[in-house]
Each structure stands twice: as C-alpha cells, then as structure tokens.
Nanobody, 127 residues
Framework: QVQLVESGGGSVQAGGSLRLSCSVS????????MAWFRQAPGEEREGVAS????????LYADSVKGRFTISQGNGGNTVYLQMNSLKPEDTAMYYC??????WGCGMWTRRDEYKYWGQGTQVTVSS
C-alpha cells in the first residue's frame, strides 16, 4: 500500500521556521517528481516546490523563492521542505505529492500530474 505521510507542521510566529517531512512507503522508484502543494481555506491547491529525484533539480513558486528549500533524504524515501522567514500568508494545509516515473518536473504545478498524495499537515503563521 502506497503511503505518503507528512509531518512537521505547527504554529509559528511570522519570521519563524518549520521543516516539513514527507515519508514515502510502499513505493519503489528510480525517478520521480516529488512536490509540495498547499491549500488555504477557500483557495485552490497551489504548487510550492518540486524536486526531480534523479537530478536533485528543484523548482519553486515565486512566492516562496529564497525562503523555502525542498530536498530529499538519503535513500530516496523522504522529501523535506525547509521553510524560513514564514509569513502569515504561508498559512495553509501542506501536502506532499508524487509523480512516480516522471522524466522531470516540467508540469510540476499541475495537480493532475500526481497520482499519489499525502493527507496533509497544517502550517499556521501568526503575525
């Protein structure tokens, strides 16, 4: 059974940091586009960052560039999102997604590219 499990969410003040983790199980892959999405109440789910696992190539939404860093753990079954200089507008449910077998992350912001999703972890940033 494929599972993506996010953790590391919480409540912080503006300017603070959080590190999200996505643990992948039940899935074996040599290449994938792994991504973090977020969804605030009343808003559409949007792509935050992606990483192509074979090349460690990363892409970011403009709103988080320079503040967030996506990375993968050794062994390839964990993806992280380091979030620094958090702002109230970063408040959302954060989801991990996997496009297994991908040859890159060219369409990484499209939700329908991803077959596997986690349940989400809540991030709340207060001013």
């Amino acid at each position: 059974q494929v599972q993506l499990v996010e953790s590391g969410g919480g409540s912080v003040q503006a300017g603070g940091s959080l590190r999200l983790s996505c643990s992948v199980s039940g899935l074996s892959y040599s290449r994938a586009c792994m991504a973090w999405f977020r969804q605030a109440p009343g808003e559409e789910r949007e792509g935050v960052a992606s990483i192509y696992t074979r090349a460690d190539y990363t892409l970011y939404a403009d709103s988080v560039k320079g503040r967030f860093t996506i990375s993968q753990g050794n062994g390839g079954n964990t993806v992280y999102l380091q979030m620094n200089s958090l702002k109230p507008e970063d408040t959302a449910m954060y989801y991990c997604a996997a496009d297994v077998g991908a040859w890159g992350c060219g369409m990484w912001t499209r939700r329908d590219e991803y077959k596997y999703w986690g349940q989400g972890t809540q991030v709340t940033v207060s001013s």
